[in-house]
């Protein structure tokens, strides 16, 4: 394998409900510091149906050039029919860096795509920097239950690749001016060539709140004692329009879904306020809601570690106190 066939650092331009996914826009900004350092070009991969429009979005948020694959055999994400397409693009202009948002689709078609090259994936990335003169890719994710980050090399193929969590890398500041270079791509794939299809789309029915996009968030912990207790933060969220969200022993405890979780193995959020009730502010919550932008816990313990990640705290019996704030809130905002 020769490393000097491989140039530029990509992203994969996940779409969603007809708009660049702003995880891929994240990932852009990021992309473009890579770029900056290796001297070379940020290019953007868009697979869909009707998408070609999108490629401007991509350029507006940093990307030089963007290989689009538009037909209607992609209007559904699927796997083999994107895995084919991406295979297909990376194999013609060989990038020396590619990196996915790590959603479920973004999850999904990198580790179809890594089954396929001779490569490695480093999944769930939450830092990315590259050595200047090698262009090798330091991506670092929490390890070993949060306690350490680790820093994941691939050595000896291209391209390096790597699933980054929505969040936690900074999109640029749209420039409606910037331009680029859109370069239309196909490949011979039929209908009849894909083994899945697509019957239905059905929206889920129940009402699904989206912590990774709330504006505040109450999270609760095992403190609140059960599912009653956990209902005081409901009550509380409701009066503030907020989102609920919980750590990952409520989770398991059943008290509520697994989206709610936030953490490592959760959801990554950055609400402008978020509420730590009853959490004790293990390592591994922590990651997932530290660049909130003003965190308030409410424990009975003054020494939980929640604290010393808090710009408030209140040390107190939850059940007490989350009622009275409710009720000064719903006075407060009429
Ligand atoms: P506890 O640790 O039991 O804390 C309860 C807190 O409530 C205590 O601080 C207590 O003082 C306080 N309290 C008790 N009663 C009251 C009351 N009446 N009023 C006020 N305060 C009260 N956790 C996550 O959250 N997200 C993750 O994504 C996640 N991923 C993990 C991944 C791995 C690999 C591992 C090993 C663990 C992970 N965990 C995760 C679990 C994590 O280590 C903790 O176990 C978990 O966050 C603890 O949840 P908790 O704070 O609700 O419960």
Excluded at 263 to 291: C, D, E, L, R, W
Aim: hydrophobic share 45%.
């Amino acid at each position: 394998m020769n490393f000097d066939d491989y140039r530029g650092i990509w992203v994969f331009l996940e779409e969603k409900d007809g708009e660049v996914a702003q995880v891929s826009l994240e990932l852009l900004g990021a992309g473009k510091l890579l770029a900056e350092k290796r001297k070379t070009e940020l290019a953007g991969v868009l697979i869909g149906d009707n998408v070609r429009l999108l490629a401007r979005t991509a350029f507006e948020y940093g990307a030089d050039k963007v290989y689009v694959f538009d037909d209607p055999i992609y209007r559904f994400y699927r796997t083999e029919t994107f895995m084919k397409a991406m295979l297909a693009c990376v194999e013609k202009h060989k990038p020396e860096i590619l990196l996915y948002g790590a959603t479920s689709t973004g999850k999904d078609l990198a580790s179809a795509v890594a089954t396929d090259l001779p490569t490695g994936l480093t999944a769930d990335t939450t830092q990315l920097d590259v050595e200047e003169d090698t262009g090798l890719l330091l991506a670092s994710r929490p390890a070993f239950g949060g306690n350490i980050m680790a820093t994941i090399l691939c050595k000896k193929y291209r391209p390096q690749m790597a699933t980054v969590r929505p969040k936690v890398m900074k999109a640029l500041i749209r420039d409606r001016d910037a331009k680029g270079e859109l370069i239309e791509e196909s490949i011979p794939i039929t209908e009849a060539d894909i083994r899945t299809k697509v019957l239905e789309i059905v929206r889920s029915t129940t009402q699904r709140v989206r912590i990774d996009e709330a504006d505040i968030i109450v999270a609760g912990g095992k403190g609140l004692g059960g599912p009653a207790g956990f209902q005081t933060i409901q009550r509380l969220a409701d009066t503030l329009g907020a989102a609920v969200g919980a750590s990952r022993d409520v989770v398991e405890a059943g008290w509520i879904g697994h989206h709610h979780q936030v953490g490592q193995t959760g959801v990554t959020v950055t609400p402008k306020i978020y509420f730590a009730i009853g959490i004790s502010g293990a390592i591994q919550h922590i990651v997932g809601m530290q660049n909130s932008g003003l965190i308030i816990a409410i424990n009975k313990d003054p020494a939980a570690p929640i604290f010393q990640s808090s710009h408030y705290g209140i040390v107190g019996d939850a059940l007490t106190i989350v009622p009275m704030l409710t009720e000064a809130f719903q006075i407060a905002l009429g």
